[in-house]
């Protein structure tokens, strides 16, 4: 009998590989339209109203619709390919996991190598760790492949236009990356934390009997437990808002430095306002990118302590491929 992979990304690729391939087509069809609305921009400024050319504006707007009809397509498509990854996956991990927890077990006896099966840690694992860990397959690939991807694509755009602004623009936004992977060290621990106290506390109620708790006060170990949840929760709210706090002044800073710096160009007559405005659009354009890096970043890491968790609660047992 197989157990699971040492790799949360090695599982998911075993289990959707062919989607996946599906999935990173579509994303890698999709960058190099990152940049075209944004030269199509400066051109629609720089080139046809300056020059008053009706023709040449229409033919641009044109090309302009094309690349937004064309880049929502295959967003849709993309999108829908990763919800299929993430439901099928969901579908075949609740599978596996009831076969190695329960069907893989002497019937004899509610335990599991001599031990007893944690009935609440058993629930958590079927809902709701399954469904996070199962929603995370679906952009596990091409996520980061995205919007890494849309980051290079559009940064070497405004390289090629006009590198000082553009560096200008890329050494505001790089503290971001030294900010982000510290305080996500500290909501990795946080985390998992909380996912031990649930699991506790699923076992608590499932462990005593209605008629022991019902008509009586909440007991000393209850209380503890929700208390250290509680706490718990506060301190990640803290960081994670912190960390979003920081993140967002960083990207306000893009489009500020682009605007002074680059206003001050056109003043002295060293590059052209159309520049400026697609720089200013193409600065948006990062924004949401980094956003989703960082999202992804603490995805990963979730999905990472939540797949460990996974495997330490079956080691003990084979976990069979069930579709």
């Keep these: ?128 760790e399954a469904q996070k860990l199962g929603g995370f397959a679906g952009s596990a690939f091409s996520g980061p492949l995205l919007q890494i991807g849309t980051l290079v694509f559009v940064l070497g755009y405004m390289f090629w236009v006009e590198p000082v602004v553009a560096s200008i623009a890329l050494a505001l936004y790089s503290p971001q990356f030294l900010i982000v992977p510290l305080a996500q060290m500290r909501m990795n621990m946080l985390t998992k934390d909380v996912a031990l106290r649930v699991r506790e506390l699923g076992g608590f109620i499932v462990d005593n009997a209605e008629h022991a708790l019902v008509g009586k006060e909440a007991t000393e170990e209850y209380i503890g437990l929700t208390d250290r949840i509680l706490g718990l929760r506060k301190r ?3 960081t994670k808002n912190a960390m979003k706090s920081i993140n967002n002044f960083l990207i306000a800073l893009g489009p500020f430095g682009v605007t002074v710096y680059g206003g001050y160009l056109v003043i002295q007559g060293e590059t052209e306002i159309g520049v400026i405005l697609a720089f200013v659009s193409g600065l948006e354009r990062l924004a949401g990118p980094i956003r989703e890096l960082t999202n992804l970043y603490r995805e990963v890491a979730f999905a990472r302590i939540r797949y460990g968790m996974l495997r330490d609660a079956t080691k003990d047992g084979p976990f069979p491929d069930v579709a």
């Design 1 to 128: 009998m197989a157990t699971l992979p040492p790799s949360v990304y090695r599982y998911i690729l075993n289990h959707t590989k062919r989607r996946q391939v599906v999935v990173i087509v579509l994303t890698l069809a999709l960058l190099p339209l990152a940049p075209i609305p944004l030269e199509i921009q400066r051109r629609i400024l720089d080139e046809a109203i300056a020059q008053k050319d009706a023709d040449l504006l229409v033919l641009l707007a044109a090309f302009y619709l094309g690349a937004l009809i064309l880049a929502a397509g295959l967003k849709f498509l993309m999108k829908l390919q990763r919800e299929y990854i993430a439901a099928g996956l969901v579908h075949s991990l609740r599978r596996s996991l009831y076969h190695c927890l329960y069907t893989t077990t002497s019937p004899s006896a509610s335990t599991k190598n001599g031990e007893e099966i944690d009935e609440g840690a058993v629930v958590a694992m079927l809902t709701s």
């Design 236 to 238: 990640f709210a803290l």
